[in-house]
């Protein structure tokens, strides 16, 4: 049970990174893979360092150094696979493991405990460091995502990796999927997941050998990955000029891309509240949603800074109108060049189905923009996801002079050929800083119950810009490992725009954060008491589904307090106990 007053952002989650570029691995290097007894069954599985040494930079405005070191597990002969689900949220997470042989698949159910939740395998890398004159100064254990930062270790290798890019967060993720490609690399470092390190300048060597329950587990040699550390302590001041001389010129082509980006951009947050760090592989399913945290571009803390000078920075990465996420729009979601024509109908072919998650991230709130005196508000984090099979696809058109769009939706045959559309509702203009793009006004509602279920207030926030924020579950029928909006790179469109697309992929769920306009309760005059807030997906059952017996999903609080100092106390979901 969590107990919570007033509004706060999550912990910082800070840029480090080593670039994957840096494995550039000869074939000497490969066959230097050590001799042992492999696991049974499974891929060959090593720990290797990318370099011998690596430069560190304690910057003087954050509490330590993130040491991203440059170490890799590496997979061949087949890939490393795991599926992570639970049956429900009465339910511990398990862990199964698919086999390759003979080129066929086998699930080998992993021993239960192996892990707790959907961040990765706890406890894999055991990291120290010991200073220049051998005296061990720094001990901890990680967790690691296979799906973190990788790249291939030699040429043969699979063009691309068919894993996801991350491991999510969300506290009511359903299903997950790890993985490294044969001939692939993932990155141990724990990114997102671990804290900075207190190490004064100088030189030190770090060690990291994987766990023996994993080496058990997996068949993976006990041959530590040994990395001589020089830590440099700077400025962002200093990092900004220093990066100025280097790129002076260069253009925004070379911004490094903000990766998985909320809708909340028209606030950019402060250094300490900076983005994951690209080596965790805070990809499509890191859980930031239509909020202000972003994935900060890598080896650059000092454009951390630069993005409390708002759009002028966000123009800077080669932003326009309608994209304030430092991103590129999704070729891939072009609408259709023009309104569809002939009789809407609604074929017999697969169709998504929208289900909601309980909220989460709640606080009592003073309403964020609204900023209103006086005012008690209770915000809250909420998820519509789609557990498929089809994609959910909307097109916006709009009339000459029509401040909205008609809005419909798409349906397709198992070729992927469009064979019909139907109207469903429309789509508007939302001006509001932290969105100004397009909203689809009939994919979700809010609402917060009494105790007897009815209702006692409704959200204002009615309309929404769909995007892949969250991979909820990847395990359903097809469910896409790579969504292509994730952000605001999704065709949600300018002012201007006559006609928009917007996509929620299988698998995948559009999370908005707490601080958005509308994202919350006026609770001002509500007494204290328990109440229910309602996630509810379709509400006006305008969008066509497999089942719409699922859209609805409640999260229990109970608010107390005084006026002014309200408070909110947020039960256990079933075994989830996240506010």
């Not at 001939?183 to 060597?205: F, H, I, Q």
């Not at 304030?324 to 979601?333: H, M, V, W, Y």
């Not at 559309?421 to 509602?445: I, K, L």
């Amino acid at each position: 049970m969590t107990t919570t007053r007033t509004n706060r952002l999550r912990r910082p989650l800070i840029a480090g990174a080593t670039a994957v570029a840096a494995m550039a691995v000869t074939a000497g290097f490969m066959t230097a893979a050590p001799d042992r007894a492999t696991a049974a069954t499974g891929p060959k599985l090593s720990l290797i360092a990318a370099t011998g040494s690596v430069t560190l930079t304690s910057w003087k405005e954050e509490p330590g150094v993130y040491l991203d070191l440059g170490t890799y597990l590496t997979a061949e002969g087949s890939p490393l696979e795991l599926k992570v689900t639970r049956k429900s949220y009465k339910d511990p997470v398990t862990i199964t493991q698919t086999v390759f042989e003979g080129g066929r698949t086998k699930a080998k159910a992993l021993p239960l405990g192996t892990v707790k939740d959907f961040s990765g395998l706890p406890g894999f890398a055991e990291v120290s460091v010991t200073d220049k004159n051998g005296k061990v100064v720094f001990t901890r254990a990680e967790s690691f995502c296979p799906n973190n930062a990788s790249g291939r270790v030699r040429p043969d290798a699979p063009a691309t990796s068919k894993y996801p890019e991350s491991c999510p967060t969300n506290p009511f993720t359903l299903g997950s999927v790890w993985g490294i490609e044969k001939g692939w690399a993932a990155n141990t470092y724990a990114g997102s997941y671990t804290e900075p390190v207190k190490l004064a300048a100088g030189t030190y060597t770090a060690k990291v050998r994987v766990a023996k329950k994993y080496r058990d587990l997996f068949g993976i040699a006990d041959k530590p990955a040994t990395v001589k550390v020089t830590v440099e302590e700077r400025s962002w001041e200093e990092g900004r000029s220093a990066a100025a001389g280097a790129h002076a010129g260069h253009g925004a082509a070379h911004q490094a891309p903000s990766g998985h980006a909320g809708h909340g951009a028209g606030h950019a947050p402060t250094p300490v509240q900076a983005g994951a760090p690209a080596t965790s592989g805070a990809g499509p399913s890191y859980n930031v949603g239509h909020g202000p945290l972003k994935a900060a571009p890598p080896a650059l803390p000092w454009a951390l800074a630069q993005r409390q000078a708002g759009r002028a920075g966000l123009q800077a990465a080669g932003d326009t109108a309608g994209q304030t996420d430092g991103s590129r729009k999704a070729p891939a979601l072009a609408p259709a060049t023009k309104r569809p024509t002939g009789t809407p109908s609604v074929p017999n072919v697969p169709k998504p189905d929208l289900r909601s998650l309980p909220a989460y991230g709640i606080t009592i709130s003073d309403g964020g923009f609204q900023d209103i005196p006086g005012k008690d508000y209770l915000a809250f984090s909420a998820n519509v996801w789609n557990a498929g099979p089809a994609q959910l696809v909307v097109d916006g058109f709009r009339s000459p002079g029509k401040a909205k769009m008609d809005a419909y939706q798409y349906f397709y045959d198992a070729s992927g050929k469009q064979v019909g559309y139907t109207p469903t509702g429309t789509m508007e203009w939302d001006p509001r800083p932290g969105h100004v793009h397009w909203h689809f006004t009939d994919f979700a509602s809010y609402r917060l119950l009494k105790a007897d279920k009815k209702e006692a207030v409704r959200s204002g926030k009615e309309a929404f810009c769909l995007a892949n924020t969250d991979a909820v579950d990847y395990t359903v029928k097809n469910a896409n490992w790579h969504p292509n909006n994730t952000d605001l790179a999704t065709a949600c469109g300018q002012e201007n725009s006559i006609s928009v697309r917007e996509v929620l992929d299988v698998g995948s769920g559009d999370t908005y954060t707490q601080d958005l306009p509308g994202q919350s309760f006026d609770i001002t005059d509500l007494p204290n008491g328990t109440y229910y807030i309602q996630v509810l997906a379709n509400p006006a059952k305008r969008l066509k589904e497999t089942n719409l017996d699922n859209n609805s999903a409640l999260r229990k609080v109970v608010l107390g307090g005084t006026p002014g100092k309200r408070t909110v106390t947020v039960p256990a979901h079933d075994l989830v106990n996240a506010n």
